[in-house]
């Protein structure tokens, strides 16, 4: 990853930007705050329909860059063949986070991965909810909420 900067730059992080991108026009309009990282999030597909780091591939990184960004463009009404292209790759690639190590694993992800599978599945994304490794996740997001005695 950081072989493909020089110096004094960072790299843009798809998952980052997708979040970015979300925000809504301070305006009241119907449009992005930050329409650049919508164009970014276009323009920035990976040729195997996934985002995030093209040198470096991880697993969980690029479900869960590939998560965020067909989420925000379904939020936002556009992009709907890179959004395919998303969806194609999460459900080709989604049973190989059970392979990849533990060390492999971003922090919190049993936190943030089943609130965003929540999310896609209420727009109606057709993602692969019934896996068993994503229950398994799911259970895990349960287990740690409720040994952090969280009172909503």
Not at 40 to 66: C, H, M, P, V
């Amino acid at each position: 990853m950081f072989t493909s900067m020089g110096d004094g730059e960072a790299n843009p992080s798809a998952y980052d930007t997708a979040w970015v991108a979300k925000i809504p026009a301070l305006d009241g309009s119907d449009n992005p705050h930050f329409p650049q990282t919508l164009r970014w999030i276009l323009q920035n597909q990976l040729e195997d329909g996934s985002w995030g780091e093209e040198k470096y591939f991880s697993t969980y990184d690029r479900l869960l860059a590939t998560l965020a960004c067909i989420i925000t463009l379904t939020v936002w009404r556009t992009g709907q063949i890179q959004v395919q292209k998303g969806i194609e790759f999460f459900r080709r690639h989604a049973g190989m986070m059970e392979e990849e190590a533990d060390n492999h694993r971003s922090s919190g992800i049993e936190i943030v991965f089943p609130a965003m599978l929540n999310e896609a599945k209420s727009l109606c994304l057709d993602l692969p909810y019934e896996l068993p490794f994503i229950k398994q996740i799911i259970e895990k997001r349960e287990a740690t909420l409720k040994r952090l005695d969280i009172k909503l």
